[in-house]
């Protein structure tokens, strides 16, 4: 007889995190309901902002959700529904799940805390943690641009793909240099639109990477070509049973940059389009 893969139970739990951030209720409660694709880690499609809305996430083949606001309270709480969700993986799904994010004054910042009120994996509970911390204390709170992906790889399948070939999925034959070790150097150059050079200033085996950007220049700004100088770039892993989350963080690159929006769309194609196929399908894109 074949193998068959026993999962661990399906429970329900609810686990709630907060953050304080040094924003009014008011811009709190916009960024939560109209820049809901800057800060979730999953593709958005659909409307967010009004009571009823409908709406998608969608991480690349392996997870589904159709949500629906429930509750909208402005500049005090949001309530979505999962309507429908599923991932393909395993075929677990989360349907009936709220996510309720409820917004407090607190002296000249605001309380942020959310709700995960749904079914998880017994052995999944300390995934979820992570999963709903990096979302509302890095991704919600900070204005950096950043993008998340999961892939039926293991973290150091995923390491591997990120250090030893940079150019296979970002650069291309513009890149010089290798990022494989600790202070490695290299340089990107696309005539007339891009030149940056980077260093490798923390390299954590299979868990994180961090690219200090020590030069640049854009050549099609208005303002200042340098914006990316002495920005970051973040590649954090975490991993279980096989799959890896990757979160990005170009740190730096805020919205308030002229650079922000063309290079938000260019790092959504870089991360979640040639890096997401080079890991999962080992494919070129130059």
Known sequence: M????????????????AIEVPKSPKDVFSRLIHDVGKWWPEDVEGETAKLNDEFIFRSGDAHFSRNKV??????????WLVTDGIRKADN?????????????????????????????????????????DLVVK????????????????????????????VARWWGGKDLEGSARQLKDEFTIRHHGAHYSKQVVVELVPDKKVVWLVQESYLDWLKGDPHEWTNTKMLFELTGRDGLTVLHFTHQGLTP???SYERCSQGWDMVIKDWLFHFITEGLAHF
């Open 256 to 258: 308030d940059k002229e």
């Open 138 to 165: 890095k991704m919600l709170a900070n204005p950096d641009y950043t993008a998340t992906i999961e892939v039926a790889k293991p973290p150091a399948a995923v390491f591997r793909c990120i250090t030893a070939d």
């Open 92 to 132: 677990f799904e989360w349907t009936g799940t709220k996510m309720i994010y409820e917004i407090t004054p607190k002296g000249e910042n605001t309380l942020v805390q959310f709700t995960y009120d749904g079914p998880v994996r017994e052995d999944e509970y300390d995934r979820l943690v992570q999963i709903c």
């Open 2 to 17: 074949a193998n068959q893969t026993t999962h661990a139970p399906i429970v329900h739990r609810v686990y709630t995190t």
């Open 70 to 79: 429930i509750e909208l309270v402005p500049d005090q709480r949001v309530v």
